[in-house]
């Protein structure tokens, strides 16, 4: 109860920080996308994991608001990186309370132009449990985010209890192998079976694929062989605030 109204505080003081996560492009070696990641800072407690306060905002119904600051802050911060002549394509995580209003759609859009954020630069994830219910609805939805211009990520791909069969009913562009499956690929002899198979069925759909939760070199090394395209992880870099990131970049080139 202390921590709901803590948080309702937060939100409006608008005191959450947002951090990225770089994305490692493979093809080209380079970093050019992150993830936004919510944190925080509790006046008390230190930083608070969104691990704790995501399914307590969703609980609450304060996820549509906290999914606004977000959203408002990576798109200016996208806008920030372009003025520094820096194309970073920033993922924001959608949880399935904020898919199901389809009023995101009109957020979406209203952000996007306030803040002047290229659309192409925007993406969101949604996990596989967002594509569960009200299938028609939600393909709805999806439908109208990407005809903004901005592309949609499934996340913690492989651990939802869904069907293959929704990947060619919902539009989406990126599948993000849940690190699970990279866990087990502790040295070159590791087969890895199940993350190969991701792969080639993310590519034989048309789709990016990220490996995420990249901690070792064995583990880059096993992405790189099988043409995975975007590799992201503690090995790459933990997600850091907006001032850090340019140096990661540069670290990385
Ligand atoms: O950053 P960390 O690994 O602690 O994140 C824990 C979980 O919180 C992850 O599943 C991540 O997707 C989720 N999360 C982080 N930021 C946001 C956010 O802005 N919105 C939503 N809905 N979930 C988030
Ligand atoms: O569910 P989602 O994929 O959005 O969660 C992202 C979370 O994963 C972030 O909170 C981030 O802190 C965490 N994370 C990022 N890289 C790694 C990693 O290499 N290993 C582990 N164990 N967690 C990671
Ligand atoms: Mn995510
Ligand atoms: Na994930």
Redesign the pocket.
Known sequence: LRLERDLRQALQRSSLQVYY?PKLCLRLNRITQA?A?VRWPHPQDGMI???IFVPLAEETGLIWALGEQVLYESCCQIAAWCAQGLEIKVAV?ISAHQLRNDKLVDLVQKILAETQAPPHLLEL?LTESCLMEDASATRDIMHRLRNLGITLAI??FGTGYSSLGYLQRFPVDVL?ID?CFLQEITSDEQPGTLTRAIVALGHGLGLHVVG????TAAQIAFLRRLHCDFA????IS??VPATEFVQVLQDWQ
């Open positions: 996560q993830e990641l994991s969104p691990g995580n994830e996340d913690d993000k690190r995420e939760g990249v901690e992201q992880g503690y090995y933990p997600p």
